[in-house]
């Protein structure tokens, strides 16, 4: 293996293809189609993606800090971007969305970057099936642009699993009252219950995106 400005790449672990598909040899791992790994700046690890990282180490990476990736078909460490530098490569696209300020590849889903979230949010985009409420601070489905305002409400824990909804990877729904909750949640506390749990009124089905 070669050394690179980078250093001597043999050393860094997880220096390999991975696999979304390992039938059809679709580069990857279960959450992303991509064909690229992270080479995380918190521990100098390659990872597939940050989830990846986050579920086997013991602690959280920093995507927005990451800076470097591998290609999965050369193996070359490099400044991270959409298409891989060498030469042998030939431009390959890493995957048709990228984000570098997320630092977000796939290649298997429609993602867009909402700029008000600052975040990548699985969509075609704003204002073509999603719309952002600025007093809500939140990406919502275009079939609810009339909905009932609560200033922040993503900016709190699911009041049912109290995960932080904001950057929650989970969708999340909103009901007739404003109030949050994540998709499951609700179909689960829906079973045996009709009523919001923080203001007791009815509730219903009403989209919002989640974050990736």
């Not at 064909?35 to 521990?43: D, G, R």
């Not at 290649?107 to 990548?120: A, K, Q, S, V, W």
Request: with cysteine; hydrophobic share 30%; aromatic share 8%.
């Amino acid at each position: 293996m070669a050394t690179t400005a980078y250093g001597n790449e043999e050393e860094i672990q997880g220096r390999h293809p991975s696999y979304h598909d390992d039938i059809n040899l679709m580069w990857g791992c279960k959450h992303y189609l991509r064909s690229c790994k992270l080479v995380t700046e918190c521990c100098d690890k390659i990872y597939t993606c940050t989830r990846c990282h986050d579920e086997e180490a013991d602690h959280s990476t920093d995507r927005r800090r990451i800076t470097k990736m591998m290609c999965m078909k050369c193996l070359v460490i490099q400044s991270i971007g959409q298409t891989c530098s060498t030469a042998s490569c030939n431009n390959l696209v890493m995957a048709k969305y990228y984000c570098s300020i997320c630092k977000l590849f796939d290649d298997g889903r429609e993602i867009y970057h909402c700029p008000f979230c600052n975040l990548c949010r699985v969509g075609k985009g704003l204002g073509i099936d999603y719309f952002h409420c600025e007093k809500c601070n939140a990406c919502m489905s275009m079939s609810n642009l009339v909905h009932v305002c609560r200033e922040k409400c993503l900016e709190k824990n699911c009041p049912i699993c109290h995960e932080y909804m904001f950057t929650s990877r989970r969708p999340v729904k909103a009901l007739p009252c404003g109030h949050m909750m994540h998709s499951t949640c609700l179909r689960d506390y829906t079973c045996t219950n009709y009523a919001c749990p923080i203001c007791i009124k009815l509730v219903r089905d009403m989209q919002v995106s989640s974050k990736l």
